[in-house]
């Protein structure tokens, strides 16, 4: 710039211009290069600002949508929080890509959601070099990853005392965590002098223990994100035409799936063949029932519960594969509040989930599942049976339940 100032220079001496004409000349044309060359700088360091800005737009996007996709929500339910939170963050006329697993880069096969925004800017000053836009781009990935497995999850988010252990409850659980949703300072309590074993208590809110607890991990973990619903898609089964009945005077008999209208009361020897059973009534298992089944599950219709009495032997397993794999028992998610009690000899077994989204379940028996095989995700939980459950149960059909789930932005 300052060669071009001294030709003009020279040169508007060279025509024999007067110093003031001289000035003058070298003003105006010397004008836009200083003002384009000033703008340039300016407009330079407000393209950096905005990119970082939009930079972090994308990484709270990325991690909004990642919180919703802790929760089981769906795509379009993640697409629409990571949108908001761009919206929130000043992305005005940008646009927004979500992609869920992302479509590049080293976590395509993990559990993650992508971010890419995209906005164009105007010029100011350098307007009078180029009138294109300034394309802007930023991309941000966030993980979520899952710290620990949970076979004991209280989905209710305000219950006091939502996963709770008493009486002379003596609980091992084996891989795997106790879980709860609830906000409340008691999410999770064991109080009496019930014993309890696992490898860790996790709460969205507090733990309240009134005797020390044996786990894997230093202390319970409180405040933290809750773990999604792990049946949330489930669907409920239809029921079916005609009604089938249980036969009361009978001491032996066996029994086909279906659509049961008026509830399944069960006493002497019942054997359920595999399938979905439909059960429009309350389940009740009586005193020295023996009840046995492969490959079963029991769908509780509307607010309808189960009970089994302490002196029956119920041997149940879930289907190993299919719709309702790895499903014991499944309460209708549009009940209302209820209660269903499961309760057995020290020969019984329950071998799949008791998923009652909608119900409290009353864990009091002292059996568990094969292996030690059972889960137990319902609305509050109340334990006071003695048993030891493990996770590690894919080969009979059950699916991880993650817990202690955490987000980092790590792209």
């Known amino acids: 710039m300052i060669n071009i100032l001294i030709r003009i220079r020279q040169l ?88 869920t697993p992302p479509t590049s880069g080293p976590n395509t096969a993990k559990k993650a959601v992508e971010v890419i925004l995209n906005q164009n800017l105007d010029r100011v000053f350098t307007s009078i070099f180029s009138e294109s836009k300034v394309p802007e781009r930023a991309r941000a990935v966030a993980l979520i990853t899952d710290a620990s497995k949970a076979c004991v999850l209280a989905l209710n988010p305000s219950a006091y005392q939502a996963a709770l252990f ?10 795997c965590s106790v879980m709860s949703h609830s906000m409340q300072s008691d999410a999770v309590k064991v109080q009496g002098s019930a014993g309890l074993q696992a490898d860790c208590l996790i709460a969205v809110g507090g733990v309240s223990l009134s005797n020390p607890v044996t786990t894997v991990c230093k202390s319970p973990i409180t405040q933290a994100l809750p773990a999604s619903d792990p049946f949330s898609s489930l669907p409920a089964p239809a029921a079916g035409n005609p009604c089938k009945t249980v036969n009361g005077s009978k001491t032996s008999q066996t029994l086909q799936p279906g659509t049961y209208c008026s509830g399944m009361d069960l006493k002497g020897n019942v054997t359920l063949q595999p399938g979905t059973y439909v059960v429009q009534g309350n389940l009740k298992v009586n005193a020295g029932a023996v009840i046995s089944g492969t490959g079963v599950t029991m769908f509780m219709s509307g607010s309808h519960t189960v009970s089994m009495n302490g002196n029956a032997t119920v041997t149940l397993s879930a289907p190993t594969s299919g719709t309702y794999s790895g499903v014991l028992f499944y309460g209708d998610r549009t009940g209302s509040s209820a209660s269903s009690t499961f309760n057995g000899t020290a020969s019984s077994l329950l071998t799949g989930a008791i998923y009652f989204p909608k119900q409290q379940v009353n864990y009091l028996g002292n059996f568990s599942g094969s292996g030690g095989c059972t889960q137990v995700v319902a609305d509050t939980i109340q334990w006071s049976g003695s048993t030891t459950i493990k996770q590690n149960c894919s080969s009979l059909g059950m699916k991880d339940i993650p817990s202690a789930q955490s987000v980092a932005v790590v792209e």
Do not use: C, M
Not at 37 to 42: E, H, K, P, Q
Not at 169 to 174: A, D, N
């Open 12 to 99: 508007a001496r060279a025509t024999g211009r007067d110093a003031g004409g001289n000035v003058a000349i070298i003003f105006a044309l010397t004008l836009p290069i200083v003002v384009g060359g000033a703008g340039l700088g300016v407009e330079t360091s407000y393209w950096y600002y905005s990119s970082l800005k939009l930079q972090a737009t994308a990484d709270a996007a990325a991690y909004a949508g990642a919180l919703e996709k802790i929760q089981g929500s769906s795509t379009a339910t993640i697409t629409a929080a990571a949108t908001q939170s761009a919206t929130d963050n000043g992305l005005g006329n940008g646009t927004i890509t979500v992609h």
């Open 166 to 175: 008493s009486g002379n409850t003596s609980v091992k659980l084996t891989g």
